[in-house]
């Protein structure tokens, strides 16, 4: 345990030191309040907050993690010669470079909402929102990893395959699933839509913003469908649950290729 | 005490290392020699637990290597690349590595102004030269004062005056019984470090005994020449193979061209 704050301390006072995560906070510091000042504050602020989370949270995350992995290469090999297990070694440099970004993400957006009120005003929607951008953060920050770590010698294949994967999760998903509705249409497909949105992470937290903000003209097909075979506060525990399990299972992978990783 | 026995490892098809059988005693010091791609990096960081081996097994001081990591406290390790994050400190990163080993850096001071990093304490990694941080990277190998030490190339970066000052501590280091392994090109500097030589050809040991031996064997005066001897002699196995291999890959060059 002692082990385990040394190695996160240490990391996060070497990346407060790289200036970027400072950038980061303050991209998310005027945006937020930039979208309050012009929006008008109130529900629809934090709805186009959240689209923005949704949207580049998962490829900051994941860029952050491969590039990690391929930048501190050398160095994560000398630290694997010294004598401490690799299973902390793992949770170290995970929570020492996932958790800056997060608080960057919540702290940056949290200001905003502070100064303006909202964060009163709509406290149970204003810690959604931010909950779940800190969720994601860690989600694709670990899956950067796995893929850094899968592809540990091929960078370029490395970035592609991030890329692709966050074009997809991002933005080809709800598309793809709409479209095999649209020519399955003659059979029930609840069950299957269900399962398809909880393959799909990014999928997860907007259904869940929209859950919480109940505007079902904008849940998309995956939200409608979900808010009526669950309702409303069934449909948010399950997809809560749901982004949970999608937390446990990239963290864990990561661990285990880099447990029976040949450095 | 490193006792191997037929240690084998492949990366997908290739065969790094083909049952290698080795046992070096405590207090020597050996030089790893052979052609790039030959198995040397790979026989060591198998040994440093970076590496685990396909079948075989590892006994490092009587401690079989089987996913334990304590027997590291034992072995100090300097890479041939040293980087580190770039916005770290000197200090700051050996503080770190002391965190991470419960160990008293008891040479601490006396490496760091053996090799002239007093002032270089306070700066970040990355302004520092790749000599620097070459000698940050013996530092933090020799400073917990571990039985077994491993360099993989260690002078390549090195200005004479730093190289020779490494050389001297090496010298000391052995003289206090430690084991010792350097891997290098430059056999002249071996000569000067070493009394054993493992070379390793095709992921196999061709040759392991005291330099005196090699040398008096191959009628050569130098360490040099009778590496290069050794490379060159039409043997038995793989060497062979190879040979048969270039064969049958020349015509086919003709032909693309």
């Known amino acids: ?263 | 005490m490193i006792e191997i026995k037929d240690l084998k490892k492949s990366f997908g098809d290739l065969q790094v290392l083909k049952g290698m059988n080795i046992a070096i005693p405590k207090g020597q010091a050996t030089g790893i020699v052979g052609p790039n791609g030959a198995g040397k990096t790979t026989l060591i960081k198998t040994i440093l637990g970076l590496v685990k081996p396909d079948s075989g097994t590892l006994h490092v001081n009587g401690t079989r290597l089987n996913g334990d990591w304590l027997y590291r406290r034992d072995i100090g390790y300097m890479p041939q690349v040293a980087r580190y994050p770039e916005n770290m400190r000197v200090y700051e990163l050996l503080n770190f590595i002391k965190g991470l080993r419960d160990q008293e850096a008891v040479y601490e001071q006396e490496l760091i102004e053996q090799f002239n990093l007093q002032s270089e304490l306070e700066k970040p990694l990355r302004t520092l030269s790749g000599g620097n941080r070459q000698k940050i990277g013996a530092t933090l190998a020799m400073m917990f004062n571990p039985d077994i030490l491993f360099f993989d190339e260690p002078t390549a970066g090195l200005d004479p005056r730093s190289s020779h000052k490494f050389k001297l501590r090496v010298k000391k280091e052995r003289e206090e019984g430690k084991t010792i392994f350097i891997t290098s090109h430059i056999m002249s500097e071996l000569e000067q470090l070493v009394d054993h030589v493992i070379f390793i050809l095709d992921g196999n040991i061709r040759y392991y005994g005291t330099m005196s031996d090699l040398l008096e064997h191959s009628q050569e005066d130098r360490l040099e020449a009778a590496i290069a001897r050794l490379m060159d002699e039409p043997m038995y196995g793989t060497g062979s193979e190879l040979k048969q291999s270039e064969e049958t890959t020349s015509p086919l060059k003709m032909e693309l061209a």
């Open chain 1, 1 to 263: 345990m002692k082990l385990l704050t040394h190695i996160i301390k240490t990391e996060w006072k070497s990346l407060l030191r790289g200036k970027w995560v400072i950038g980061y906070t303050l991209i998310f510091l005027l945006l937020t309040d930039s979208l309050l000042r012009f929006g008008g504050g109130g529900p629809e602020t934090l709805l186009s907050l959240s689209n923005v989370m949704l949207l580049f949270i998962p490829l900051v995350g994941m860029i952050y993690g491969i590039l990690y992995i391929y930048q501190s290469r050398e160095f994560v090999e000398l630290l694997l010669t010294q004598p401490i297990d690799r299973k902390v070694l793992y949770w170290g440099l995970f929570l020492g470079i996932s958790t800056p970004l997060m608080a960057a993400f919540i702290i940056g957006s949290l200001l905003p909402l502070a100064w303006h009120g909202i964060l009163v005003l709509d406290s149970s929607s204003s810690a959604l929102v931010l909950g779940l951008g800190g969720m994601l953060t860690l989600i694709f920050v670990s899956l950067g990893f796995v893929f850094g770590l899968m592809f540990y010698d091929d960078r370029i294949k490395g970035f592609g395959f991030t890329i692709v994967i966050w074009l997809f999760l991002a933005i080809l998903y709800d598309g793809i699933v709409l479209l095999l509705v649209f020519v399955f249409g003659d059979y029930p497909l609840e069950q299957f839509v269900i399962a398809a949105s909880a393959l799909n992470p990014i999928d997860l937290a907007r259904i869940l913003v929209m859950l919480e903000f109940d505007i079902s003209a904008l849940m998309g097909y995956t939200g409608a469908v979900f808010n009526r075979f669950f309702g409303q506060s069934t449909g948010l525990i399950t997809a809560s649950g749901m982004l949970v399990l999608w937390l446990i299972t990239p963290t864990w992978l990561g661990l285990r290729i880099f447990k029976k990783k040949d450095f």
